[in-house]
């Protein structure tokens, strides 16, 4: 049969036939180490980025945050102030506790949280202000106050140094924690009197004359004052109602002030007395200072009242 009398369907299939035979077919990849290294390097590095950032990849260690430790009071220190309502100027007086020396021992005040320096008693006298005699304007009275505080600060530390040369070892530090004491009170109840002028041009005058009072007392106390005619249970029923009469009088915040100052007070009383009680040249009994020490203090807050009013 020639070509030509092929059927159409037939000749299709050959020529199919012999062009897929034609056509060539597909290769098996040579084996090329270089590439395939190259691959598995690329692969490697892909698999860490993805770890750094997979949220299941190196964790980052945080610096530990130590918390501030809370410090407790002791069953020794009172849990509230003093309701002003039930309870009175006064405390019973405890078993002495051991003393402690101030930060300086050599100094018996200090003004403003500075030291002042010791200073015989004729250095500073009043004819070194003789302008505040005539002083008419607030600068200068305050000027004047802080000077007459200076000058009562000076004799207070002369007084003191001859009073502790006098002491054995235990004396000294008995009469510095009483010091110690008396300075805290002296700062509390300087600021609740100044609290009645606050924001007042006059409040730097009654403050310096708060001190300057003050320190005046502390130095008559050293000097070994009179005994009052006067029981221990007398005056301090005695203080007791001058106290509740100013507590009466004064505002909310006011109030808070004197039952802090208050409490300073019965702390220096204690530690004075216990001093006195040991230490004192004369024969004195704990119960007679500590009556000599309300009668002082209830001057002080009859006169507080006095001002509270005006």
Do not use: H
Not at 54 to 68: D, L, N, Q, R
């Amino acid at each position: 049969m020639s070509q030509q009398n092929w059927p159409d369907g037939l000749l299709k299939d050959r020529f199919s036939d012999r062009e897929a035979a034609l056509t060539p077919r597909p290769q098996p990849p040579k084996n090329r180490p270089g590439l395939i290294v190259g691959q598995l390097i690329a692969a490697g590095l892909l698999l860490s980025v993805v770890a750094c950032t997979s949220p299941s990849g190196p964790s980052v260690i945080k610096p530990a945050v130590t918390e501030p430790a809370v410090t407790k009071p002791s069953a020794d220190e009172p849990s509230a102030l003093p309701t002003p309502a039930t309870d009175s100027a006064t405390a019973p007086i405890g078993q002495p506790e051991s003393a402690v020396t101030p930060d300086n021992p050599d100094l018996a005040s200090q003004p403003n949280g500075a030291a002042s320096a010791i200073a015989p008693a004729d250095e500073t006298t009043d004819a070194a202000f003789p302008a505040c005699d005539s002083a008419q304007t607030q600068q200068a009275m305050n000027r004047c106050a802080q000077a007459s505080y200076t000058q009562a600060d000076a004799e207070l530390n002369r007084v003191y140094q001859a009073v502790k040369a006098e002491q054995p070892s235990s004396g000294k530090r008995a009469l510095g924690k009483a010091e110690v004491a008396w300075l805290a009170f002296r700062d509390l109840d300087c600021e609740f009197e100044r609290s009645q002028f606050d924001g007042g041009s006059m409040a730097p005058m009654i403050y310096s004359g708060c001190l300057s009072d003050r320190t005046q007392t502390r130095t008559a106390e050293l000097r070994r004052p009179a005994l009052p005619n006067l029981s221990y249970q007398a005056a301090d029923a005695q203080l007791n109602q001058t106290y509740q009469s100013l507590l009466a009088a004064l505002s909310e915040d006011r109030t808070s002030n004197l039952v802090e100052a208050q409490i300073a007070w019965i702390e220096y009383r204690n530690s004075n007395c216990a001093f006195e009680a040991l230490y004192s040249p004369t024969v004195i009994g704990e119960t007679q200072c500590l009556a000599r020490m309300s009668v002082t203090r209830t001057a002080q807050l009859e006169q507080s009242l006095a001002q509270s009013s005006l």
